[in-house]
């Protein structure tokens, strides 16, 4: 990558040069050989590096081997891993060997009551691994570059619903792969999501850090009826939906947010803006003694403000491209995902960027029609039972007359028509 920047620097000078007029043939032929010379150079250098790491794996490759025909005492037909870092499980013993491999030597670190879960809930990936234990409940986590810094959480200390017994709900770790374009790379991350609904808990890992939270009241969990797993899991873009359809919970997490954890009934209105001008909304409708009497904005619940397809302009410049999430909440009023994945504006006449466009579209609608779904789904949620919300503080029962004050603002609000207002009004006089 250091070499194409040094490249296109490198020719970005000699057009600037010859669009001044100061260059002539002998310049342009000097220009021309530093350039060969340059990138010769460059390949010279490219074609060490990768026959050093070829051969520095060959040997660490052998020294596992030797190490695995010399010692007997640890079972290793189970492992993850590669030529540097390798994890074997001898479940006989309950006991995990992490091998840190050099080309020089092999540094051993043991973890004991440990077991190999499945390959479902172990993962290893490019240095970084990964392995979550349901029976005992721990996460183990790090990786072989920083000398076997892990962090071995057991989970039990972060949940306190006091469940010890084995699971009946398997635990499942998820993936979500993201990249952010920038002006000469692209960098990707992965971020590994742990769902045990059992205990209604999560962790986020990524490169080997370790975040778990509770995303339901532990007091709620026993309210769960069935063996069942309700969780179910969506990425779009940058961002991992994980949704809960008994406690109808919804936990976003994405590489800008650690994560996000909203009852159904929290979301109001869910909107697509591009640019700054709103091209799509949903909304939920408005309840007055009962009854859905409208929506936050025309025709009613759920109502539609163009459409979220992206040719109402073919060459245009795009600078943002977000999810506007409107939240019943005074403290945190607005949740906004970007998708617009890229530090550039984007130029829809180059194909290039509109290739990105169209990708990036197509995340956001794939997220504006999930949340869509979970706006319709809110209408037969349970009593807010997400771990970030506070106990709900109980009201006196609201009177015809406040009822009657209530639909009255409406319509002066100009929420409620006139045929609305009457027919409500009816229901409530009886």
């Known amino acids: 990558m250091k070499s194409k920047i040094i490249l296109s620097s490198l020719v970005l000078l000699f057009f600037s040069l010859l669009a001044g007029g100061s260059v002539d043939k002998d310049f342009f032929s000097f220009f021309l050989v530093y350039i060969i010379v340059i990138a010769l150079v460059v390949a010279i250098i490219v074609g060490i590096i990768s026959t050093v790491h070829s051969r520095n794996k060959k040997k660490r490759l052998q020294m596992i081997e030797k190490d695995e025909q010399g010692s007997s005492d640890f079972d290793r037909s189970v492992s993850i891993g590669d030529d540097r870092c390798k994890l074997y499980f001898d479940n006989a013993k309950k006991r995990v060997m992490i091998m840190q491999v050099t080309t020089e030597e092999i540094i051993k670190k043991y973890v004991d009551d440990f077991e190999f879960p499945g390959k479902n809930l172990a993962r290893y990936y490019d240095g970084f691994y990964l392995v979550y234990e349901p029976n005992t409940r721990r996460l183990l986590s790090g990786n072989y570059v920083t000398y076997f810094i892990n962090e071995i959480e057991n989970l039990q200390g972060v949940d306190k619903s006091g469940l010890t017994t084995k699971d009946p709900i398997a635990p499942s770790l998820n993936l979500l792969k993201t990249t952010y374009h920038s002006t000469m790379t692209v960098d990707s991350r992965d971020i590994h999501v742990l769902a045990d609904e059992y205990h209604g808990l999560m962790a986020v890992v990524e ?56 009852n159904y009934s929290d979301i109001i209105e869910v909107s697509y803006v591009e640019n700054g001008d709103q091209l799509f909304t949903k909304s939920t409708g408005r309840t007055v003694g009962g009854a859905i009497v409208g929506g936050v904005l025309m025709g009613g619940a759920g109502a539609v403000v163009g459409g979220l397809s992206g040719n109402t302009k073919q060459n245009k410049v795009v600078n943002n491209m977000d999810i506007k999430i409107l939240l019943r909440s005074t403290e945190e009023t607005t949740c906004i995902l970007h998708f617009m994945d890229s530090s550039n504006p984007l130029k829809t006449k180059e194909a290039s960027d509109k290739t990105l466009y169209e990708e990036f579209l197509k995340n956001a609608n794939e997220a504006k029609d999930l949340l869509s779904v979970i706006i319709d789904d809110a209408k037969q949620a349970l009593p807010p039972v997400a771990h970030v919300l506070s106990q709900p503080v109980t009201t006196q029962p609201s009177s015809v007359a406040d009822e009657l004050a209530k639909l009255a603002k409406l319509k002066a609000d100009g929420i409620l028509t006139e045929e609305e207002f009457l027919a409500q009004k009816a229901k409530l006089l009886g």
């Open 207 to 262: 490169k080997g850090k370790l975040y778990a939270f509770n995303y339901i009241h532990v007091e709620k969990l026993q309210e769960k009826v069935g063996l069942k797993s309700t969780i179910s899991v969506k990425n779009a873009g940058n961002y991992m939906f994980v949704m809960d359809s008994f406690f109808k919970v919804l936990v976003i997490i994405g590489r800008d947010m650690m994560h996000k954890t909203l």
